[in-house]
């Protein structure tokens, strides 16, 4: 290995003032910081009922106090509500994943992209009550429904999940449509 420049070589005095490497963060914290945070909000997204931090941990990968740090972090961040407490068992706060939601979709699309998102989700929404003779997906009696037409369960089952899909759609573009543009998107709707 060669010798850095001598421009690069620390002098008398600067090597005197050394910095304390042993109160840096160590780079591993660095590098691996989003990583983890990121790891445990994947976890809290596929939590489709109340988890303690143990299973939160084995989701994320990670250990059961960082669950613990992560997701009070998450509560006061309004991702996650603590259901129980002992043992503290913690929920996906779909409302607040909602809002931040519509609050990307202001801030994606103007209203006319988001009309016409909306007029195409809405034609959809039709042609899936018209296909299934109901109005709701819940409605659908997917086993008979594959019995009637001759269809596999799973076939319709995928159709009413896209159905239900479309339906979480047409609320979020109307939410999008409908809110204020002072910051309070998804709270207050024009009047």
């Known amino acids: 290995m060669d010798d850095p420049r001598t421009e690069l070589k620390a002098d008398s005095d600067e090597r005197r003032d050394a910095p304390e490497f042993d109160d840096l963060v160590p780079p591993e914290e660095l590098v691996s910081g989003d990583r983890t945070r990121d790891d445990f909000f994947d976890a809290v997204l596929g939590l489709d009922s109340p988890a303690t931090a143990g299973e939160v941990a084995d989701l994320a990968g990670h250990g059961v106090d960082a669950?613990?740090?992560?997701?009070?972090?998450?509560?006061?961040?309004?991702?996650?509500?603590?259901?129980?407490?002992?043992?503290?068992?913690?929920?996906?706060?779909?409302?607040?994943?909602?809002?931040?939601r519509v609050q990307q979709l202001r801030n994606q699309y103007d209203d006319d992209e988001l009309l016409v998102f909306l007029e195409d989700a809405?034609?959809?929404?039709?042609?899936?009550?018209?296909?299934?003779?109901?109005?709701?997906p819940?409605?659908?009696?997917?086993?008979?429904?594959?019995?009637?037409t001759d269809r596999s369960v799973e076939a319709v089952w995928r159709e009413v999940s896209a159905w239900k899909t479309t339906r979480?759609?047409?609320?979020?573009?109307e939410r999008a449509l409908q809110t204020d543009t002072d910051g309070a998107g998804g709270q207050r709707p024009v009047a």
Request: aromatic share 16%; glycine share 2%; no cysteine.
């Open 67 to 100: 669950a613990r740090e992560y997701l009070a972090w998450f509560e006061r961040m309004g991702i996650v509500t603590q259901v129980t407490d002992s043992p503290a068992t913690y929920e996906r706060n779909q409302e607040y994943l909602n809002w931040r």
């Open 122 to 136: 809405v034609e959809r929404d039709e042609s899936f009550a018209e296909e299934f003779d109901v109005k709701f």
């Open 138 to 148: 819940d409605a659908v009696a997917i086993v008979a429904h594959a019995t009637d």
């Open 168 to 173: 979480r759609r047409i609320s979020l573009f």
